[in-house]
C-alpha cells in the first residue's frame, strides 16, 4: 500500500481558480542565470547599498559566525543575509568592506586562504579567482591581512573616515555571554570603534530589501514552487500515513531532492487538536482520518523563503463544520488581497481581515459581540508578515509597493480549552454559557491558509495560484490524485 501511495504522489495536477484541470504538474526548474546576469545583480546592490552611505563613510560587513550544536558539531552554516545578499559567497570568516570616500567608492572582501588541512576535514575553499567569479569583486585580499588593515582603521586621523556602518542588533549595555546573537561578533567590533560615529546599516538593507527585484521574485517563486509540491505529496502521502512525523518527512525530503538550501523556518504539521497550536514542531501526534491536518511548511532556496500553508482533510472530504471554519478563513485571505494595491497601508490589510473573521465567528455562535476584542479567543496572531531572505523579513515601512512581498494567512483556532482560560467575571460566564453550544460544535478545528503575495502595479499576484485552495480544488486534488 505505502508503494502505491508514494508512486501516486508523483501526479500533481495544476488548479486554475475554479476547477481542477486535466493536465500533469510538471515541477518549473531552478531559475538559472549566467555570470554576467548574477554580477549585474550583485552590482546593482551594492551600488544601491553605497548610495545610501554618507560620505566618508565605511562599511563591514561580517560573514555569519558558526553555531554550536553540541561538543564539537556545529549547526549546518547558513551565511549572513546581508553578506549574502551584496557577494553570494558562502565562505565562513570572510569580511565585505565597502569605502565611499571624497566621493571614490572601492570593494573589497577578506577572504580565507584555502588550507589543505581544513579542505581536507571540512570540504573545498574559495579560491581567488573562484570568489571574484560568484561575486564580481574584483579586489579579493586575504583574510591574514585584516587585522593591520583595521588597525589603520582604529587610527582615526589615519583613516579619513567620519562614519563607520556595522549590523548591531543588542541593545545599549546588553550583554550575550554565550553568543546566541546573531551580531554577537559585530557589537565587539564596535567596542574596538572608539571615537568613531558608528551606525546601524540596518535601515539601508530593510528599505533595499524590501522590494523584491526580478532575480530576487524568481529565486523567491521557486521556493514557493518548491514548498508548493512538498504540500502535495505530503497531502497523498496523509492516505496511508499513520503518524504526524511522516508527513513531515514527505515535505524535507521534496525540500531535500528539489535541492533546497532546506527549509525557511522549522515545518509545522500539526493534525487535529494539534492544527490550534499555531506553531506546532513537534509532530509526535497521529494522522486521523477525519481529522484536518495544518502544514505551515516553506523551503529555502538559494537564501529565499516560502512560507506556505493549508489545512486539508486527511479523508479528502471536509466535514460540514470543517467547512464552515475554513471557509471563513478563505474569505478574510480573498479580503486582504482585495484591499492590497499600492499606497495601501498593512493596517488596512489588517481591518481587511478581522472584519471578515469576526463576521464569520459572529454567524456561527463562537462571540457574541463583533464589535468587542472576542473575535481574539479564536483569532489571535495578524493578518501576515513580510517575505524575502527571512521568513519575517525585514521592512522600513508599512505602506505597500510594487515589488514587495508579504504573507497572506488569517487563521481561525478552536482550542479545546480556549474557553478556560478567560478570566473569571460575570460577563465572562454569561459569554461561556451563550457560545457553549457552538464551541462543542467546533471544539478542535484549526483552520490558517497562507499565501505569498506580490504587490504589482495594480494589484497583487499570488506567487501560490498553483497549490489548490478552495474547498472544492483540495477535494478534487485528493480525489484524483489518491487513486
Not at 48 to 56: I, L, P
Not at 411 to 431: K, M, Q, S, W
Request: charged share 25%; with cysteine.
Amino acid at each position: 500500500m505505502r508503494k502505491v501511495v508514494i508512486a501516486a504522489a508523483t501526479l500533481l495536477l495544476v488548479f486554475s481558480s475554479s476547477q481542477a484541470q486535466s493536465s500533469m504538474f510538471v515541477p518549473p526548474p531552478a531559475p538559472h542565470f549566467s555570470d554576467a546576469e548574477r554580477h549585474a545583480e550583485l552590482a546593482r546592490r551594492r551600488a544601491a547599498v553605497e548610495a545610501k552611505m554618507a560620505d566618508n563613510s565605511l562599511m563591514i560587513l561580517l560573514a555569519a559566525e558558526p553555531k554550536i550544536y553540541t561538543n564539537d558539531v556545529d549547526y549546518a552554516f547558513r551565511q549572513e543575509n546581508n553578506f549574502y545578499y551584496l557577494t553570494n559567497l558562502k565562505q565562513k570568516g570572510s569580511i565585505l568592506v565597502l569605502s565611499k570616500r571624497l566621493g571614490k567608492v572601492s570593494e573589497f572582501v577578506f577572504l580565507p586562504k584555502p588550507d589543505p588541512a581544513t579542505e581536507t576535514w571540512n570540504g573545498h575553499m574559495y579560491t581567488d579567482g573562484e570568489a571574484a567569479a560568484i561575486s564580481g569583486l574584483k579586489d579579493i585580499r586575504e583574510a591574514g591581512s585584516w587585522a593591520p588593515y583595521f588597525k589603520t582603521i582604529q587610527q582615526r586621523a589615519a583613516s579619513g573616515y567620519v562614519v563607520i556602518y556595522v549590523l548591531q542588533q543588542l541593545p545599549e549595555n546588553e550583554d550575550d555571554p554565550k553568543g546566541e546573537r546573531e551580531y554577537r561578533r559585530e557589537n565587539l567590533l564596535v567596542k574596538q570603534l572608539s571615537g568613531y560615529k558608528v551606525e546601524d546599516p540596518y535601515p539601508i538593507f530593510a528599505s533595499l530589501r524590501q522590494v523584491k527585484s526580478p532575480y530576487e521574485q524568481q529565486m523567491l517563486q521557486h521556493a514557493i514552487d518548491i514548498s508548493t509540491e512538498a504540500h502535495e505529496r505530503a497531502w497523498l502521502a496523509s492516505a496511508a500515513a499513520k503518524m504526524e512525523y511522516e508527513l513531515q518527512a514527505e515535505v524535507e525530503y521534496t525540500f531535500r531532492r528539489r535541492n533546497a538550501d532546506f527549509w525557511g523556518y522549522p515545518s509545522i504539521v500539526g493534525c487535529g487538536p494539534n492544527a490550534t497550536t499555531l506553531h506546532y514542531e513537534e509532530p509526535q501526534g497521529p494522522v486521523e482520518k477525519n481529522a484536518l491536518c495544518l502544514m505551515d511548511v516553506g523551503a529555502e532556496y538559494d537564501h529565499y523563503s516560502a512560507d506556505v500553508t493549508r489545512t486539508f482533510p486527511v479523508s479528502g472530504k471536509f466535514s460540514k463544520e470543517q467547512a464552515e471554519i475554513y471557509q471563513i478563513v478563505y474569505d478574510a485571505q480573498e479580503a486582504v488581497a482585495r484591499t492590497a494595491k499600492p499606497g495601501v497601508s498593512v493596517l488596512e490589510l489588517s481591518s481587511a481581515a478581522e472584519t471578515v473573521i469576526k463576521d464569520g465567528l459572529y454567524r456561527l455562535g463562537l462571540i457574541t459581540d463583533k464589535d468587542s476584542l472576542q473575535y481574539q479567543i479564536f483569532y489571535m496572531h495578524d493578518y501576515g508578515h513580510w517575505l524575502g531572505m527571512n521568513v519575517h523579513d525585514v521592512s522600513t515601512g508599512w505602506t505597500l509597493a510594487p515589488g514587495m512581498t508579504f504573507t497572506n494567512e488569517p487563521g481561525i483556532y478552536v482550542r479545546a480549552d480556549a474557553l478556560d482560560h478567560l478570566p473569571d467575571t460575570p460577563e465572562n460566564r454569561a459569554f461561556k454559557e451563550r457560545v457553549r453550544q457552538a464551541f462543542e460544535k467546533y471544539k478542535n478545528i484549526g483552520v490558517r491558509i497562507e499565501d505569498d503575495m506580490l504587490v504589482t502595479d495594480t494589484g497583487v499576484r499570488w506567487m501560490t495560484a498553483a497549490l489548490p485552495r478552495k474547498i472544492s480544488e483540495i477535494e478534487a486534488f485528493m480525489s484524483a490524485n489518491r487513486k
